[in-house]
């Protein structure tokens, strides 16, 4: 009866042991693949979030050099204002568009964008050199490059608002 009696014990203990591994054995492969999907989709917020950045920044970065551009052309009297309005209608959509893609991270609309304000003001002021024909027109120069100036410590410090709160909502170190 010993050998028997072992016999249960051991089929017993063999059930027991089978069934706990049954389900101990995908409830552990379960856990491992959530917390790989979690990982992929950290992952990929991350890099959405830097392609937001990157996308927002060369935007600005396109307007300031249109900018740039045409404080030339209006220096040198060869500023098509026509044109100028039209690319800065194309620049300005593109970075309010950019900067909307950017509202998860807390960050304002473009009208409350200090850099926003600032190619804004520069705009007009080189509008306004490519219109004065007088005597003013060094004053206006200088005070279009002035606003150029504005725009890049601006565009600098609105980038790296955007770094610190993208750093934040992603676990990131993306400081400069």
Not at 39 to 66: F, K, M, P, S
């Amino acid at each position: 009866m010993d050998t028997a009696l072992l016999g249960v014990l051991c089929g017993a203990g063999g059930t027991v042991l089978g069934s706990v591994l049954t389900y101990l054995g995908p409830l552990h492969l379960e856990r491992r693949r959530e917390r790989r999907e979690n990982t992929v989709r950290g992952e990929d917020r991350a890099a959405y979030g830097i392609a937001c950045y990157v996308n927002a920044r060369a935007a600005a970065d396109r307007w300031l050099d249109l900018l740039r551009r045409a404080h030339q052309a209006a220096r040198e009297d060869s500023l098509d204002v026509q044109q100028f309005d039209k690319d800065v209608a194309d620049c300005s959509d593109e970075l309010r568009l950019r900067t909307a893609e950017l509202t998860y991270l807390g960050m304002g609309e473009p009208q409350t964008n200090s850099a926003f304000a600032a190619f804004r003001q520069a705009t007009e002021k080189i509008r306004r050199l490519a219109a004065d024909d007088g005597v003013d027109a060094e004053a206006a120069g200088s005070r279009a490059l002035e606003a150029l100036e504005i725009c890049v410590a601006e565009r600098t410090r609105w980038a790296g608002h955007i770094l610190v709160r993208l750093s934040a909502h992603t676990g990131l170190e993306l400081l400069p």
